[in-house]
């Protein structure tokens, strides 16, 4: 091992006190990357996740200047179920309607509900909505209802069994009303589902509002993540029906609203890390500053003895070295195994969405890299001013 | 080969600038032949510690030359200065210095470590070791070892470059007179035996009662012998 190597080595470890403090200012910066990345991407993830399985699957049709898609919905699911690739696709309707509940003699009355109409056994394969289920089952007949758990709170405690009227206006100016039987009650962490909407079979919304084959969207969900594959069959889709005026847009394109502010946030946090790994090069400077001061004797004994200023400058950038390489180390370790923690028990915070976590190993790596580059600069300051001490200054201490 | 090895001619150095200047050396001009073990004695303050920097090339003089082995060092810069000091010198301090982060054994490998030396660097320490009566603490920390068996240690790290001088400040000034003693006797020997210049700097004379050559340092100037019996120039 060459000699600076091995010297630079003990001076740290015979300073203990100086190496820990340091490692720790470089692990804190890392793992404060690490967290933020967990909770806060993993939150941008989650709500992605949700919105993808639960509102706009990996492809999301819709007309391009209409509220409704007027061609029945049979000949764009059957075009995107020939493609290998896709899963399911399913149509959706939507509207809104008053809703009345009696129960035990109290009658209640919400205004304005959304409604969301679905074709049972196809959104069961194409969406994960019928997963939110937590009481009941999911729509199965024409005159069942799911109902999101805050609607059923604000009707004053909607049950299982019981019995909702939903009034709405048809497209010809009528009111029109049906009797409904709750099969289920959804409920969503976060409330990123259909928490405050109703979802009954898509036929009857379509009888309620006079819109025979209509839908509004229709919901296209591949066998596995793929954005690229999303943006392929979508162009095909569209080059297909190029005169139907439809827009597919991929889930980060029909969600891009709602995530927009989200990344904006995350970059702000992600830049307080970056900043909290900043400052962390400070402390290093500062303890190697101290560590050079108290190693005014050893620097004029080795200068003394024939070291040149590289060689001394060397030893102590090699102390940087060390202690990101120690410090990248250990931030990276205590941050995976965080992560780790977070993934396995499905971390979430008093009820919200659990969180999406990945190992985003190019940017784990990068994080660290980034470490030992910050801690090997800023050892490069306090090595600079080691390599001026002049031997026989230094060796009037000796 | 020129028999001297260490020359000084008209060496001056002052600190200081107007009223505020010291003459800590005056014109000293002095030669040492290959072999010598010479004694720089001197009272505290005299200018032998100045004298000690300028023979090990750490400080430079204000006017004069300094030449070892029959190069003039004054106009060699920093990185060369470092080799020279490095190749040509050995050094024995009065508190031995030994880094306290390294073993003993790392402590008398490191001149050849920085002069990256092709030889057997190990075996080389190992050798100076048991020639100064370490063998059983070569893989001790330097700091966990006696004050006499320090200096005995600082001895195997100046010799082994075999330089062309050993510089030896104060080397038993720390030590207790049995030591020092020891210390003394195991420096007359080294010298002798491998024909090795040593330069001893001390203002206890009587500790070194067999050497070569006295010169005496008094008010930055350099006398030879003792100071009962000195005369100007070395």
Redesign the interface.
């Known amino acids: 091992m060459d000699?600076r190597v091995?010297?630079a080595a003990?001076?740290l470890?015979?300073k203990r006190g100086s190496l820990i403090g340091a490692v720790l200012a470089v692990s804190i910066g890392i793992l404060v990357i690490h967290v933020n990345f967990v909770i806060f991407q993993g939150i941008y993830d989650a709500i992605i996740r949700d919105m993808t399985e639960y509102r706009f699957g990996d492809i999301f049709v819709s007309h391009e200047e209409e509220a409704t898609i007027e061609r029945s919905h049979v000949v764009y699911t059957n075009w995107f179920e020939r493609v290998p690739l896709v899963k399911s696709a399913t149509p959706r309707l939507s509207g809104s309607a008053d809703i009345e509940f009696r129960s035990m003699g109290k009658f209640n009355e919400e205004f304005d509900v959304p409604v969301v109409g679905v074709e049972p056994v196809s959104d069961i394969l194409a969406s994960k909505i019928h997963t939110t289920i937590n009481e009941g089952q999911y729509v199965y007949a024409r005159n069942s209802i799911v109902v999101g758990e805050t609607v059923a709170e604000d009707l004053g405690g909607v049950r299982v069994g019981d019995n909702l009227k939903l009034i709405m206006t048809n497209q010809g100016g009528e009111e029109v009303s049906k009797r409904f039987v709750v099969t289920g009650i959804s409920k969503t962490a976060g409330g990123q589902g259909f928490d405050t909407s109703v979802i009954i079979h898509i036929d009857s919304l379509r009888s309620m509002l006079d819109r025979p084959d209509e839908s509004n969207s229709i919901f296209v969900k591949l066998n596995e993540k793929n954005p690229e594959a999303a943006i392929d069959i979508r162009k095909q889709f569209l080059a297909a029906y190029a005169n139907d005026d439809l827009k597919a847009q991929t889930i980060e394109e029909s969600a891009e609203a709602t995530l927009k502010g989200f990344r904006s946030g995350i970059a702000m946090i992600n830049l307080i890390g970056y900043f909290g790994m900043g400052s962390s090069a400070f402390a290093i400077v500062t303890i190697q500053m101290m560590l050079v001061n108290s190693k005014t004797?050893?620097i004029g004994?080795?200068?003394?003895?024939?070291?040149?200023?590289?060689?001394i400058l060397m030893v102590f950038i090699l102390q940087g070295m060390i202690i990101g390489a120690i410090g990248a180390g250990a931030g990276t370790g205590i941050g995976l195994a965080y992560t780790t923690y977070a993934k396995e028990t499905n971390m979430q915070f008093q009820g919200s969405l659990a969180l999406e976590v990945n190992y985003n190993w190019p940017k784990i790596a990068e994080t660290a890299l980034l470490a030992f580059f910050l801690a090997m600069l800023a050892a490069i300051y306090p090595s600079y001013r080691a390599t001026k001490l002049q031997?026989?200054e230094a060796?009037r201490n000796? | 080969m020129s028999d001297i090895v260490l020359e000084l001619q008209n060496v001056s150095r002052i600190f200081g600038e107007g009223d505020a200047q010291v003459k800590a050396l005056d014109d000293v001009s002095l030669s040492i032949r290959r072999g010598e073990f010479v004694l720089i004695v001197g009272s505290s303050g005299s200018g032998k510690s100045t004298l000690l920097?300028m023979i090990?090339l750490?400080?430079k003089p204000t006017s004069g030359k300094v030449i070892l082995d029959g190069k003039e060092t004054t106009t060699l810069n920093?990185?060369q200065v470092?080799?020279y000091?490095?190749?040509k010198l050995?050094?024995v301090?009065?508190?031995a210095?030994l880094?306290?982060?390294?073993t003993v054994l790392?402590n008398v490998?490191?001149?050849q470590?920085?002069?990256g030396s092709p030889e057997d660097i190990r075996q080389n320490a190992i050798d100076l070791l048991i020639k100064v009566g370490l063998e059983d603490q070569i893989n001790k920390r330097s700091n966990k070892i006696s004050g006499g068996q320090a200096q005995r240690a600082a001895i195997a790290?100046g010799l082994v470059?075999r330089p062309t001088i050993v510089l030896a400040d104060e080397p038993t000034g720390n030590l207790d007179s049995v030591t020092a003693g020891k210390i003394v006797k195991l420096a007359k020997t080294m010298a002798k035996e491998l024909n090795q210049t040593f330069i001893i700097v001390t203002h206890d004379r009587h500790q070194f009662p067999d050497v070569d050559r006295v010169i005496t340092i008094k008010d930055g100037k350099a006398f030879s012998g003792e100071e009962t019996t000195m005369e100007i120039t070395a």
């Open positions: 000699y091995n010297l003990r001076m470890a015979n004797r050893e004994v080795m200068r003394a003895i024939g070291a040149k200023r590289k060689d031997p026989v060796m000796v | 920097n090990g750490l400080d920093d990185g470092s080799q000091r490095n190749e050995g050094f301090f009065q508190f210095n880094l306290p982060d390294l790392e490998m490191l001149p470590q920085i002069q790290r470059n």
